[in-house]
């Protein structure tokens, strides 16, 4: 069984890696964020750059090399954090076409089903969304939808995120969402799925050291202190630690 006590915190959606979409502008800037998120108590780290045809025409072949480079720099500089590859799959026609090329990475694979971060647009929910979650599941891909908790539509009535969840989809919390960050409907939203224990993960989604820090021991305090240390750690710990297969 994995333990919080063996890995710690474990960041499941993160934007380190430097020159490939909205996060780290350089290398300097990248370290520093690695930095942060060791000195919050994250031991490991899954890059999971957008995967967003048209915006951030990014390959899989092409961010493994990335994640490899930046771990021999951490490496080299004494950062103690172990990254994994990843990435946050805008869902749409064109990313599909990309996943069946073999070029969008998975996070992991849990009982038999590979485990996608997958985003939905921010002004909401489109009318195709449950189908095309049940295309992936057809496909043996469980969708770990990211921050829902900050979508207009969900913000607006929470439990239209239900049918994603009776699909069999998994839900990721923003960190910062639960401590009010992202804004008072958004942090309503985050209790909310909380309250009805339908998170799975709860991850930072840093992209800077000002704005969207990789911060979450104090989100982490606060489940805790809300739900118990024995879920706590299963949002921050052992789930994401079984996703990367590091348990």
């Not at 890059?47 to 045809?53: A, D, G, K, N, Y």
């Not at 076409?97 to 485990?115: C, S």
């Not at 309503?188 to 989604?205: G, I, N, Y």
């Amino acid at each position: 069984m994995t333990t919080a006590a063996a890995h710690g915190l474990i960041d499941l959606h993160c934007h380190f890696l430097h020159g490939v979409d909205d996060g780290a502008r350089n290398l300097d800037e990248a370290l520093d964020l690695a930095r942060a998120a060791v000195a919050d108590g994250i031991t490991a780290s899954a890059m999971t750059p957008h995967f967003h045809p048209g915006r951030y025409p990014n390959q899989r072949s092409v961010i493994a090399l990335h994640v490899a480079a930046f771990q021999q720099a951490l490496d080299e500089h004494g950062i103690a954090l172990k990254v994994h590859l990843g990435g946050e799959m805008r869902a749409s026609d064109e990313s599909l076409a990309q996943l069946m090329d073999h070029e969008v990475p998975f996070l992991g694979e849990v009982k038999g089903l590979k485990i996608l971060l997958l985003e939905f647009p921010h002004q909401g929910l489109p009318g195709w969304g449950v189908g095309f979650v049940y295309r992936l599941l057809e496909m043996g891909i469980r969708p770990l939808i990211a921050h829902p908790e900050r979508n207009k539509h969900v913000m607006a009535e929470v439990d239209r995120i239900q049918p994603y969840l009776a699909a069999g989809c998994w839900l990721q919390v923003t960190g910062g969402s639960l401590l009010g960050h992202f804004g008072k409907a958004s942090q309503k939203a985050a209790w909310a799925l909380m309250e009805q224990d339908a998170v799975a993960v709860v991850a930072s989604d840093a992209h800077n050291l000002d704005s969207r820090p990789p911060h979450l021991a104090a989100a982490r305090a606060l489940v805790a202190s809300e739900y118990g240390g024995k879920r706590a750690d299963r949002l921050f710990t052992n789930t994401p630690a079984s996703i990367l297969g590091i348990g």
